[in-house]
């Protein structure tokens, strides 16, 4: 794994004094709340993070598409990108000039049609449903109805289902999707993986595509991302992570940037176009004062370098220090975390000689316990250093793989999938490292909402770039092109789009609940 340069005496960084930050304003009055029980009511203060555990992960069960702990790329651009922790991503820079076609406005739907194939949304029976489902109510009874349904339910016990209206935005119409996940451009010849969304078995999530579609006779057909795009006036929201955080990332930009009427005054900090290889990055929406940021931190802990006895320079992972950017967001509103696949390398998952707290580097130290002293140091942190009653705080869950017949290094492949998994048998077992998450994030002071993201991702072995993932080939890809796939990320259009509706509905429940605490006397 290509490391940065790790310096003892430096733990955290400060925001060069050079760069410009948008002024963070408070997203309401947060409350400390827990959305993931259907048994729930609406939550109350100071409540613990208890998301539930999918029951349908099934410990044990065949899985013959895919491997139990797959593993992405040592020679990931996050650890190049560590070694540029100097770099702010708050800087403001002139906006690039930018020339893209706004895709076409669709309407979208959570049900289907009386007549149509499973699974697969009819625009008609919407308009129909529309009326049923309005008649005599207020826009804002049905929207609070679609609330607290939202509230009572468990969002991440559901089911992929085809919807025509997907995707949130035309494939080749956000330029600034990474060419690793670009897989329509890269020459993948199936289109349907874009036409999947996910339904909850107690609720539909509000979609991205049109404001919540029931309330589309009062509103009009103006694209979702506006009203989100309002919610986050005047903030910054920041992810955290690895790249498959920088995959969300990418996804939201290009879901809020489709709603933007005027794409010129969306741009990138300092007019960076590639986003692989940097310790941060900022796109600034100018007319809403929002910015949307990503900072590199695959591990959320630091990356190190320690003196051994011949005067060379050892490789650690400092599992008592947190990322050295933390002082750059920690006052940002919305803050978006993960951390996962990189802790199956090899050297992490070993942990021989790898894993250092104070001066102690541990001769072998499990991969499991080290996880869990890097997220408790994380935990601490935020409980020391992020106001609940201004920041969100969001920790993203495991995102699965599907390597079949070996790992990333050694010939997975998922190339030949084109469809969801629709057997929950076929589903692996829950990642004992998520179960570590959520006993830390039962402790924690501030509540933390967790995205648990895993059983619903792991239905989708048709989604990631596979062969996909690049247009120019090296001569040795190009002489074994199957032993190099990317069964790990996400093509964009895709599930990472779907997570970020996820996220749309969690603003709006914490938004209700704070305007229905505010009526209380």
């Known amino acids: 794994m290509a490391e940065a340069t790790k310096s003892s005496n430096n733990t955290s960084q400060s925001p060069n004094p050079s760069t410009k ?5 408070p997203f309401g009055n947060p409350t400390q709340t827990t959305f993931n029980s259907s048994q729930d009511a609406v939550p109350t203060t100071n409540q613990t993070s208890k998301s539930r555990v999918p029951s349908n992960h099934t410990a044990g069960s065949p899985a013959p598409v895919v491997n139990k702990e797959p593993k992405v790329s040592g020679t990931s651009d996050e650890a190049k990108a560590l070694k540029k922790t100097n770099q702010s991503a708050n800087a403001a820079a002139p906006t690039p000039k930018v020339s893209v076609a706004s895709p076409k406005q669709n309407l979208s739907s959570s049900v289907k049609g009386g007549n149509t194939e499973k699974g697969v949304v009819s625009s008609n029976n919407t308009a129909s449903l529309v009326k049923k489902q309005s008649n005599g109510k207020s826009d804002s009874m049905v929207k609070d109805s679609m609330v607290e349904s939202l509230i009572k339910c468990d969002i991440f016990d559901g089911e992929w ?4 209206f997907y995707p949130l935005y035309k494939p080749g119409s956000c330029t600034l999707i990474d060419e690793q996940f670009n897989c329509i451009n890269n020459g993948r010849p199936d289109k349907d993986y874009q036409k999947y969304k996910w339904k909850p078995k107690g609720c539909s999530l509000p979609s991205l595509v049109v404001d919540v579609l029931i309330f589309v006779h009062a509103i009009g057909n103006r694209l979702d991302g506006h009203r989100m795009l309002d919610l986050l006036r005047g903030k910054r929201l920041v992810f955290v992570g690895d790249s498959i955080n920088r995959n969300m990332w990418e996804s939201l930009i290009c879901i809020l940037r489709n709603a933007v009427k005027d794409k010129s005054k969306v741009y990138e900090a300092n007019g960076r176009v590639h986003f692989r290889g940097e310790a941060s990055y900022s796109f600034i929406f100018k007319d809403y004062n929002f910015s949307v940021e990503l900072f590199v931190s ?3 802990v630091q990356e190190w370098e320690t003196s051994v006895k011949n005067g060379t320079k050892k490789e650690t992972l400092r599992l008592d220090l947190v ?7 920690k006052d940002a509103d919305i803050i978006i975390f993960n951390t996962g696949h990189w802790w199956t390398h090899d050297k992490t998952a070993k942990g021989k000689g790898y894993y250092q707290e104070g001066s102690h580097i541990y001769d072998e130290l499990n991969v499991l316990e080290a996880f869990r002293r890097a997220i408790t140091t994380w935990s601490r942190w935020v409980d020391a250093n992020i106001n609940p009653s201004k920041s969100m705080v969001f920790f993203r869950g495991y995102s699965a793989s599907h390597f079949s017949g070996g790992q990333w290094n050694s010939g997975g492949q998922c190339d030949s999938e084109t469809v969801p998994i629709k057997n ?10 998520m179960r570590v998450l959520e006993k830390v994030l039962k402790y924690m002071k501030t509540h933390v909402t967790y995205l648990n993201v895993t059983k619903m991702t792991d239905f989708r072995k048709d ?9 120019n080939l090296s001569p040795e890809e190009r002489r074994s092109p199957l032993r190099y796939q990317d069964c790990s990320h996400w093509c964009l259009p895709g599930v990472p789009d779907v997570w970020n509706e996820i996220l749309y509905a969690e603003l709006l429940m914490r938004q209700y609940q704070n305007q229905h605490q505010q009526k209380r006397p």
């Open 21 to 25: 930050t948008l002024k963070a304003t």
């Open 424 to 433: 929950e048998k076929y589903l692996r077992e829950y990642p004992p490292k």
């Open 161 to 164: 289902v085809k919807d025509d």
């Open 463 to 471: 989604g990631h770039p596979s062969i996909y993932r690049k247009q």
């Open 323 to 329: 990322g050295r950017s933390s002082d750059q967001y």
């Open 298 to 300: 695959p591990f959320l």
